[in-house]
């Protein structure tokens, strides 16, 4: 009986050592988050010159919205639609990837609201960003 | 005698497995989302890593 209960407690410390080693860190080094975060990067200096404008902003949810689609020049507005699906694809995808390449798929929506916190306090001052009560200039 | 005592071990034992599968490593998600955010926005690395736009996803990340 001692034997036993040796043997199941042995087991549970095994079991909690190899979690905490796995935890350590997040696995984001895998090809389709590398594509992803690059496509992302390459983005980026053409949604910056929007963020700064305004016409584009921060979710709270970890995507990006129009803002204010008034401040950017009409013909330049089915662009801008555009880039933001775009880079909201490319984020959803992003979030999968993460959960996906650490073995737990059901972490996506919990990766996904990590991210848009941390956007968001990454995010340049004079950028908008979305809080519980609606937009808010950094 | 015995299967009271098997009992409470599996009864502490198995809710612990269950915690294992669903925690979620809240800081290490942190630090993940903060590294990606750094590269896709380019936050880190303006003067000291300019050839930050070179890397490919052919070359195998150091660590």
Redesign the interface.
């Known amino acids: 009986?001692k034997k036993?209960?040796f043997s199941?407690m042995l087991?549970?410390t095994l079991?909690?050592s190899q979690?905490v080693a796995a935890?350590?860190?997040?696995e984001?080094?895998t090809?389709a988050?590398?594509?992803v975060?690059?496509s992302?990067?390459a983005r980026?200096g053409q949604l910056a010159p929007f963020y700064a404008s305004g016409a584009i902003g921060l979710t709270k949810d970890g995507y990006i919205a129009v803002k204010d689609a008034n401040a950017v020049p009409l013909a330049q507005r089915g662009g801008l639609t555009g880039l933001v699906k775009s880079e909201n694809a490319d984020r959803a995808n992003?979030y999968k990837e993460?959960a996906q390449a650490n073995g737990?798929p059901e972490?996506q929506a919990?990766?996904q609201s990590?991210?848009a916190g941390?956007?968001i306090d990454?995010a340049q001052s004079g950028w908008w960003v979305q809080g519980a009560g609606g937009w808010t200039q950094k | 005698m015995?299967n009271w005592?098997?009992g409470l071990?599996?009864v502490s034992?198995i809710p612990?497995?269950v915690t294992?599968n669903i925690?979620?490593?809240?800081a290490?998600?942190?630090?993940?989302?903060?590294?990606?955010?750094?590269?896709?926005?380019?936050?880190k690395n303006g003067a000291e890593k300019p050839d930050v736009?070179t890397?490919e996803?052919g070359t195998?990340?150091a660590k």
């Open positions: 009986m036993i209960l199941l087991l549970s079991l909690v979690f935890a350590a860190d997040m984001v080094n090809p988050i590398s594509a975060k690059n992302m990067q980026h992003l993460i737990h972490w919990e990766i990590t991210f941390r956007w990454k | 015995k005592m098997l071990a599996l034992v612990a497995c294992i925690y979620f490593p809240a290490a998600a942190e630090k993940a989302a903060d590294k990606i955010i750094d590269d896709v926005w380019q936050l736009n890397n996803p195998p990340a």
